[in-house]
């Protein structure tokens, strides 16, 4: 079970990284968000392999109040949309898919460092 949430914490905080998004403030978002799957993760057999989309979705709530849209589409040029997770509610390999064009981006942890400014 650990392994399945330090992986979900490992893919994400690779994106905040990519994104120019980690910071002290980000990272300890990400951690609460990893502790707070942890029961989840437990719940059902399965679970572990559904939990790194959650927690991606979970960091985008919660970055959402402090600090806006995570993560904004590396894609389009001027963006100011964000990414979301598709699978929405869990699934297994979570993608990055742009808001406007439903294009995929990349998949969960492998988002570029080429994000637009
Ligand atoms: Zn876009």
Redesign the pocket.
Known sequence: MDEALLDARARVLSDLHASGAADPASVSALDEVVAGRRWWVTSWDEAPAYVAGLVAQDLQDELLEERGRWPV?P??AG?T?ALYIHPDLGGLDPTWV????GQQVAPLGRLSGAAAT
């Open positions: 589409c894609r389009c963006a949309h742009c808001e406007e064009t």
